[in-house]
């Protein structure tokens, strides 16, 4: 089992940026994929970005293209997630995910996941 913590949440003004960060235990880090997904209230959770073993693959949901950044650090076990252009609509809570596949954007393909972080932009 991974145990994922997600960190670095909170409450951030409209155009302003966050970056989220997710905490992995294990020694087998770099054998996963990881995914960011969010959930706002009374919707279902969706698919956010992903990120391939290595960190040379990303793909991003079309809402948060060109706004968000996905990246990890296997020797530290860390993946990130920037978020720059912050708006109303990205307010939710945001999970990060793993799994040993590759490009999977589905949140019920994912074997592990974190806490959330809580995401709130104001307008």
């Known amino acids: 089992q991974v145990q994922l913590v997600e960190s670095g949440g909170g409450l951030v003004q409209a155009g302003g940026s966050l970056r989220l960060s997710c905490a992995a235990s294990g020694r087998t880090f770099s054998g996963y994929a990881m995914g960011w997904f969010r959930q706002a209230p009374g919707k279902e959770r969706e698919f956010v970005a992903t990120?391939?073993?290595?960190?040379?693959?990303?793909y991003y949901a079309d809402s948060v293209k060109g706004r968000f950044t996905i990246s990890r650090d296997n020797a530290e076990k860390m993946v990130y997630l920037q978020m720059n252009s912050l708006k109303p609509e990205d307010t939710a809570v945001y999970y990060c995910a793993a799994d040993r596949r590759v490009g999977l954007v589905r949140a019920n393909e994912y074997t592990y996941w974190g806490q959330g972080t809580q995401v709130t932009v104001s307008s």
């Open positions: 990120i391939s073993w290595g960190g040379g693959t990303t």
